[in-house]
């Protein structure tokens, strides 16, 4: 008779090898792929440093706008 075996057969470490795998090409190929996170994730990159750039223009131009608004009135006060 057969006696209960204790441990790992070769089969199912054969299967759990394959799952890991299958596993590995598709994490490798979402990660890699043209449309993938990592190109992903540069497009996002370069679209906030424009947004950013963007931002940092339009606070630059109040700034001035202010400072021309602050100069007039003080001008305007001195006469």
Same mark, same amino acid.
């Given at each position: 008779? @057969?006696?209960? /075996? &204790?441990?790992?057969?070769? +089969? $199912?470490?054969?299967?759990? %090898? +394959?799952?890991?795998? =299958? @596993? $590995?090409? %598709?994490? %490798? #190929?979402?990660?890699? !792929?043209?449309?993938? =996170?990592? $190109?992903?994730? /540069?497009? #996002?990159?370069?679209?906030? &440093? *424009?947004?950013?750039?963007?931002?940092?223009?339009? %606070?630059? !131009?109040?700034?001035?706008?202010?400072?021309? =608004? !602050?100069?007039? =009135? &003080?001008?305007? *006060? &001195? /006469?």
């Amino acid at each position: 008779m @057969l006696k209960n /075996q &204790k441990g790992v057969t070769l +089969i $199912a470490l054969v299967i759990t %090898i +394959i799952v890991l795998l =299958i @596993l $590995a090409g %598709i994490t %490798i #190929t979402l990660a890699l !792929d043209p449309n993938g =996170i990592v $190109a992903r994730s /540069q497009q #996002t990159r370069n679209e906030w &440093k *424009n947004a950013e750039n963007h931002e940092l223009t339009g %606070i630059n !131009d109040l700034v001035d706008t202010w400072n021309n =608004i !602050d100069y007039q =009135i &003080k001008e305007d *006060n &001195k /006469q």
